[in-house]
């Protein structure tokens, strides 16, 4: 193990040391991002070159990056390089215990105001205040990059999927980005369902978009769905993934990495230490990154989506027209991104009698949709259609959360045809094969 990892080092110094050297005639760190440098100031008290040496030193390689930094001219490739390097220092050096961040949070604006953020307002020091303070998180990632970023007291962590790097993910052109999350202040009205956790804002500059399936968004204090944004047109909870999250205080007593060969030995780790053990938690994956909240459903609703039954003009043995299609929806109806749900439609008659829909079984989507393209009824008549689910519990690999209200079409009349081969799914039967669990689809 000891020769990969010193093998490793070498092949991630060598791309270091190659992408610094590339970075001074390359094009920005983003596609299509215009030169930053707006406000830069590297040579007042207040300035860039300055403030590195209050925080790390007057000899430090820090300093040394600080003045490279400033020949190389304000929003250059060159100068952002060299920015996310002295970025990823105060984020090591805030990772561990908490001493007072002024410094630390007034640098870090006149970095950034010294880089090129794809045209980014620059945050006030009073939010990099919380992100380095005991509660929040800060820290850079290049492409080579595998850990997570944490928040200091473990609570929350961003990361890519799986064992795959940061540059799995990241859009063509960027190279580095810096995360940051603070806490928000909850007034009880983020969710319409029931809270168990604090919000979470989650942060990146530049400002981007993750390649699919997106960052991995975990909380790992409680187990739930993950709520994003608040209550409003914009909410949605997150289909949950399972969490890789530490045991107790593990990310805690880890102590921060103090020299650069740390820092690339821990990124270079097969398991980083907070990946070390899964116990309860929250994860959903989300291409761009804003508030979270821990919520729990407490029940799964359906919706029809885009379509309205025909009263007349159904044929048996022909599938209905429009493909009747159904949304999972939570307790407070906000739309639940959840796949592999099982939902039916069963059909009542005028006169209480049960007949069979045909093809009346589906599984919602990664969109947390359901659709019965080949649904069919096999009797004539009049009928009201009704959209079932028993909730999250055919899926054992998600936390349960019941059924909820089920949907009533109005009276639908279906004409005489060939019903030919029937299939069908009744309530209490044994759950259909899942495509998508069992890897078909």
């Known amino acids: 193990m000891g020769a990969q990892r010193v093998s490793a080092l070498l092949v991630l110094t060598a791309f270091l040391a190659t992408a610094c050297g590339e970075r001074q005639t390359e094009a920005p760190t983003g596609p299509d991002l215009a030169q930053g440098g707006g406000g830069c100031n590297f040579t007042s008290t207040t300035g860039v070159v300055t403030l590195t040496k209050n925080e790390f030193g007057a000899n430090s390689t820090e300093a040394g990056l600080a003045t490279s930094m400033k020949n190389a001219g304000a929003g250059t490739a060159q100068a952002t390089s060299l920015g996310y390097q002295i970025l990823a220092s105060i984020g090591n050096k805030y990772d561990g215990s908490q001493a007072s ?64 790097s940061w540059g799995s993910i990241l859009p063509t052109g960027t190279n580095a980005i ?82 650069l060969a740390d820092r690339l030995f821990r990124l270079l780790r097969p398991a980083p230490a907070y990946a070390s053990l899964a116990v309860t938690g929250t994860t959903g994956s989300k291409r761009t990154v804003s508030p979270f909240k821990v919520i729990g459903p407490v ?41 592999d749900v099982l939902v039916w439609l069963e059909a009542i008659g005028n006169s209480g009698v049960k007949v069979d829909i045909c093809n009346n079984w589906a599984w919602t989507n990664a969109n947390g949709v359901a659709q019965f393209p080949a649904a069919y009824l096999n009797k004539s008549g009049g009928y009201t259609i009704i959209a079932k689910t028993d909730g999250t519990s055919s899926n054992p690999n998600i936390p349960a959360v019941p059924a909820g209200i089920s949907v009533l079409s109005p009276l639908v009349n279906v004409k005489n045809g060939n019903p030919g081969t029937c299939t069908t799914f009744h309530q209490g039967d044994a759950p259909p094969d899942n495509p998508g669990l069992n890897g078909k689809q």
């Open 178 to 259: 810096l995360v940051y999350g603070v806490p928000v202040a909850d007034d009880g009205t983020f969710t319409n369902d029931a809270g168990l956790s604090g919000i979470f804002d989650w942060s990146t500059l530049p400002h981007i978009t993750f390649n699919a399936p997106g960052v991995l968004i975990s909380n790992c204090t409680a187990e739930g769905y993950l709520q994003h944004n608040p209550a409003g047109p914009t909410a949605e909870i997150l289909g949950f993934i399972t969490p890789n999250c530490p045991n107790a205080g593990a990310l805690l007593n880890e102590p921060a990495p103090r020299t």
């Open 299 to 339: 029940q799964v609703n359906l919706a029809a989506v885009g379509f309205t039954w025909k009263k007349s003009g159904n044929t048996v043995g022909k599938p209905f027209d429009p493909t009747p299609v159904y949304r999972i929806l939570s307790s407070a109806n906000t739309p639940f991104l959840q796949a």
């Open 101 to 164: 961040t002024s410094n630390a949070s007034a640098l870090t604006v006149a970095l950034l105001n010294c880089m090129d953020i794809g045209g980014a307002t620059v945050p006030a020091a009073t939010v990099f205040d919380v992100a380095l303070g005991a509660h929040g998180a800060l820290g850079v990632r290049v492409s080579a990059d595998v850990a997570a970023v944490a928040s200091h007291d473990g609570a929350w962590l961003l990361a890519p999927p799986g064992t795959q």
